[in-house]
């Protein structure tokens, strides 16, 4: 039975600053009580990328601790219990390109947005009853309970040039306050850690490092297994090498088609190359040279893939390659570990942190040197064999229970500091 933490003793003392009583979940004695926690489910609203999957997945795994009663905010309106993404259906993919189309046309979109949404969340969390905010996605709204806030990466810092000049200015504004709300901050590696602590002078005691899980959607599979899903692509079990990920500047897909180019006729012909992922900021450029490679079948971009499909096109791949330039933690090169696929990856960031000793590194402003090993992985089935077996063991660590626990620390530790 769900019981409301005591925020006084008695005395009448509510919110008010100086009269804060820490309830029993943060010392561990939360048998009969959880803590009420409002997520921001804002990111569902559009196609379901890297933080929409990290709200679905973290959310679900902090329900079933039942440690938290948890709502979440989305759409402008509360919901009891883990956010769930919208199913997608023909009209909302309509809505979506329409807002798409008129986005670049509506001034100052990003703080009218803000302002209706703080109102409606402020509200729904007054009603709601909300102990403790957690904002997955590095912006939070006001609130006047203590706050987690997630800061999955500091691209836009590094690579401005990399994202829409309109978003880079909005986290320029946005960001100093917001570091400065959180109580607490989540960062998915111990590589974003040390951005966030080096660019913003955090004190390094308020930012937990909860590397993210993977679903268990993804997982080795026979080529029996795969061949509906693959037979439908014009592709078989093990023939094809695999990117995934949106197409957008900072995942550097230009580097992985010269990189591809450069194979033999014979390698390119055995093993097409196949690019998942939805089109995103100036995917234009990226989309005239992949129209122009596609003309003989060894390049295929599919666009957006459904999960299922998805984990049937990691599992039948010979080789993963993800030559991003900058990463706060990156899932792709994970699932296709844990798919039972070799990897390649870039170097930079976080993901040789994430990878371990369980993937090969590239370049990523070096495509012929990507080029050779490509080549010799491919050429080499013992090498593909072992780097496989390394990821399956490297992935089994990464699960959404452990990103769980770790958040929960994070928010006894804002708790902890509330009261203190």
Known sequence: MERNFTRSSGTGCGREPGCYHAPAFIHGTHAHLVLRVGL????????????????????????????????????????AGSPVAPEESASSRLRQQVREAIKPWIPFKRELRQVREQALFRRGAHRHKIELYHEPNYVPLQTDVPTVTTIHDLSWVRLPGTHPADRVRWLERAMPGAVEAAGVILVDSHFTR???VSIFAVDPSRVHV???????????????????????????????VLNVGTLEPRKNVGHLLAAYSALSAALRRRYPLVIAGAKGWRASPLERQLRALAGDGQVRFLGPVRDDELAHLYAGAALFVFPSLYEGFGLPPLEAMASGVPVLVSDRASMPEVVGDAARLLDPERPERTTGQMEALLEDMDAREDL??????????????????RTLDAYRHALQMRGS
């Open 40 to 79: 921001n489910a804002t990111s569902l609203a559009s196609p379901l990328t890297g933080i929409g999957n990290y709200v679905v997945h973290l959310g679900a795994a902090l329900a079933a601790s039942g440690e938290v009663a948890l709502y979440s905010y989305f759409a402008g309106e509360w919901r």
């Open 210 to 240: 909860a590397w993210l899980g993977i679903s268990r959607a993804f997982h080795s599979r026979s080529a029996a297994e795969t061949a509906s899903t693959l037979g439908a692509r014009g592709l078989h079990h093990g023939g094809y």
């Open 194 to 196: 040390s951005e966030l």
């Open 388 to 405: 496989a077996g390394r990821g399956l063991r490297r992935a089994a660590t990464f699960t959404w229970e452990a990103c769980a626990k």
